[in-house]
């Protein structure tokens, strides 16, 4: 027989996961920073403790052709 606790578990963590209500601030505002850029590069993402920190964003690159 499965074991309900668990199901019960797994279905909190999804719906939690779902409204990002367990989501901590750090890597809402990570993910909302991402959201923004729309595409770029992100040269260093520095994490302490499981938590986004600080991120080093290139901001330019230039290619000379040979």
Known sequence: MPDVNNRKRHTEQNSRADNGASLHPSWRAFIHYCEELKY????R???QDGLPVMAEVVEKKI????
């Open 40 to 43: 770029g590069e992100i040269e």
């Open 45 to 47: 993402l520095k994490i």
């Open 63 to 66: 290619k000379f052709a040979a």
